[in-house]
């Protein structure tokens, strides 16, 4: 199954207020400059550190700074006459607004001295439920997977096997998924086929209410995903895990054949000193492997050796990759971004009949997933309050299951010569 999905400026993703924009993929930092005694100072310089993006306060000392990527920054205000304060440990999450005011402090000169102030951490707007689940959070925590990460928000219940997750109540397939602003839902069964390692995630947005129009057909919740984007140095990492050195006696433990590897690396596209902010990547790849089914309550309960299923295995490659241009770092005057992304996995499994179990286990199914998700993105920053945003998006799903040894050999199903157990009626 194939589809192409194209949206349009003013047309499906774009929501356009002229008091400011709110899109899937960014938030926004607002509020107001005053000196000390609480008079607002307008023409105030707000600058986000290490970027191109910044505004300037009106007349009430009120600004308003749109289209800001997901992450943590320092927020400077400058004012002649005025010491400088920057603020660091600025928290944006994504669809929501952060807070952060100034109050500056006139020098009586034009020598400023810069004062520091750490912000607190940012949570959903009073009309919204659901959590903010941010990097640090993911980075500590043993859980694994986005729907796992999301059924620590209240609200949110997962089954007891650990594949499926609901939302105030609703089924599986009424939440929908969406990373780095695109859905990933399947329009068939309204099941989501992203796969993204916890290597490469910056934030998870879990709404479980209060959730703007924007994000249209959804019954029960949404689950915004951002990933990591290569900035202006060099980042990755590394990770292997297994339980292959355990032995099986009661002291290790007993091994269940996990064995997990990711890979995640992303910087400047060209390192040189005018372009490191010009172009730069993000790539992540992950590989899994497990002789154990999703544990369920059960397992214990049969007798089997390490709870592992018979004639059951799980295989998976998976990887995400994002490129982003910022033309602005090059003119001032073309405030353009292109993101270019995409993800995909790959999955082999032999599935789990419980009546095959016990004598015929070696013909459990076997299941094949092939998934590829791309898109391009340009955003256009018209001016300190209006930006537009164009999505174009390419989604391939494949999804095969059969008999281990005939798959889509149809005619082999019915076959005595191939199925010697296989009795049929006589002068057949």
Not at 10 to 17: E, G, K, S
Not at 198 to 204: D, F
Not at 214 to 221: E, P, T
Request: net charge negative; glycine share 10%; charged share 20%.
């Amino acid at each position: 199954m194939k589809i192409i999905r194209f949206a349009f400026a003013a047309l499906l993703l774009t929501l356009i207020n002229f008091n400011g924009i709110y899109s899937q993929t960014t938030g926004k930092i607002s509020g107001k400059v005053t000196d000390d005694k609480g008079v607002p100072l307008g023409g105030a310089t707000i600058k986000i550190e290490n970027t191109n993006l910044g505004a300037a306060s009106d007349e009430a000392g009120d600004y308003v700074i749109l289209n800001v990527p997901v992450g943590t920054y320092s927020v400077r205000a400058s004012y002649l006459g005025y010491e400088t304060v920057v603020q660091t440990e600025v928290k944006v999450s994504v669809d929501l607004t952060t807070r952060l005011d100034f109050s500056l402090k006139e020098t009586g000169g034009i020598k400023t001295e810069e004062i520091e102030v750490i912000t607190k951490r940012n949570t959903l707007a009073p009309d919204q439920s659901g959590k903010i689940i941010e990097k640090e959070f993911i980075e500590n925590t043993g859980i694994r997977g986005i729907e796992n990460l999301a059924s620590k928000t209240a609200g949110v219940v997962q089954d007891e096997r650990g594949t499926s997750i609901n939302i105030r109540g609703g089924r599986t397939n009424e939440t929908q998924i969406i990373i780095d602003g695109v859905v990933t839902s399947n329009p068939l069964d309204g099941s989501s086929t992203a796969y993204v390692s916890n290597s490469v995630l910056q934030e998870l947005a879990v709404l479980t209410g209060g959730f703007s129009a924007q994000y249209g057909n959804v019954l029960s919740g949404v689950i915004n995903v951002t990933t990591k984007q290569g900035a202006s140095n060099y980042t990755g990492g590394f990770e292997i895990l297994t339980d292959q050195f355990t032995s099986n006696d009661n002291v290790k433990g007993p091994s269940q054949g996990y064995k997990l590897a990711n890979l995640n690396f992303g910087g400047p596209l060209i390192p040189t000193k005018k372009l490191r902010n010009f172009a730069s990547f993000y790539l992540g790849g992950e590989r899994n492997d497990n002789l154990v089914s999703n544990p369920s309550w059960i397992t214990p309960e049969l007798g089997l050796p390490n709870d592992i299923l018979p004639n059951y295995w799980f295989k998976r490659w998976s990887g995400n990759g994002k490129l982003r241009l910022d033309f602005a770092s090059l003119n001032k005057k073309t405030p353009i971004q292109l993101l270019l992304g995409g993800l995909f996995s790959n999955t082999e499994r032999l599935g789990f009949v419980q009546s095959y179990m016990l004598f015929n286990s070696h013909r459990n199914p076997l299941i094949k997933e092939d998934n590829m998700q791309f898109y391009g993105k340009i955003n256009h920053q018209i001016s300190s309050k209006v930006f537009y945003e164009v999505q174009a998006t390419y989604f391939d799903t494949k999804y095969e299951e059969g008999d281990p040894e005939f798959m889509d050999d149809f005619f082999a199903y019915g076959d005595p010569n191939r199925i010697p157990e296989l009795v049929t009626p006589r002068g057949v």
